[in-house]
């Protein structure tokens, strides 16, 4: 795997400046904040998803907005256009499993709408409703500005995910901690990260080198263990994603945002193997 050769850091954003409070001890799996990704359960409904984190022993969740809703409301999709009723419902529902919603991942389509600002405003507002503390996406740097704009308005941590690197797609420069390092540079404080180990490992990167580099602007990571560069999600600690020293080098930078576990391995059957990623993360 390629290292990581330049450093990147962004030493007058403390950890203590980033705008959210740190999340309680009780969305807490020994050193951190917990969860999934509810992609990881994306052969079922957002409901279902909250129960499947419960179960592996995770604490928080990552919601995704390309999810049905629950059984009972099979053909409506959790987004920023679910009406008050159901907000209510879902408000319900995690707290019937003591499941917190920290964030949520949105579709970059929003910002192709005639009125990309108005569109990107009911994700915020929906992110406030939910008590969520961070927003994940990839959008276009050219709408870095409107970003900003709603982060600093709302007091929300936008967090710009990186997807693997792509051959086909040259165009495509988020899989690289060194480029989206210079377009987070000058940004406000609440403009960071959501580091997925599992797509640097897949472009050939060290995770633990994209973390230093980035050190003070990751809000959130997914973390992942891929049984090889190529192959698919394994339980954490039996792949080549140095699971074990991603969570020291978190250790190391104090870092309080979410844990998100997203498995993109076993569909139909993953909690068994979640709960050993979550033990695996218990351990000290």
Known sequence: ????????????????????????????????SLGCQAYTFNR?????????????????????????FSPEHPKVTLNE?????????????????????????????????????????????????LDLVALTCEPPASDFDLVEKLCKEYDLRFCLHNHRKDDKRPDYKNWDPAYTAE?????????????????????????????????????????????????EDTIFGEGVGEVKSVLMELRRQKFDGPIIIEYEHNWTNSVPDVQRCVEFVRQP
């Open 183 to 231: 377009l987070m540079k000058h940004r406000d404080r609440r403009m960071g990260f959501c580091l997925d180990t599992g797509h640097l490992v897949r472009s050939g990167l060290k995770p633990v080198a994209a973390l230093k580099m980035l050190q003070g602007r990751v809000f959130e990571v997914h973390l992942k263990d891929p049984i090889s560069q190529t192959g």
């Open 1 to 32: 795997m390629r290292l990581l050769t330049s450093l990147i850091l962004f030493p007058a954003l403390g950890l203590a400046l980033h705008a959210a409070s740190p999340l309680p001890r009780s969305t807490k799996v020994g050193d951190f």
């Open 81 to 129: 256009l679910l009406p008050d009723d159901l907000v209510a419902e879902l408000k319900a529902k995690l707290k019937k499993e003591n499941i917190r919603a920290v964030s949520a991942y949105f579709d970059d389509a929003v910002f192709a709408q005639k009125d990309p600002e108005a569109a990107l405003r009911k994700v915020f507002e929906f992110a406030k409703k």
């Open 44 to 68: 079922y409904t957002a409901f279902e998803a909250i129960e499947k984190t419960r179960e592996t022993g995770g604490k928080v969740i990552e919601l995704s907005f390309i999810q049905k």
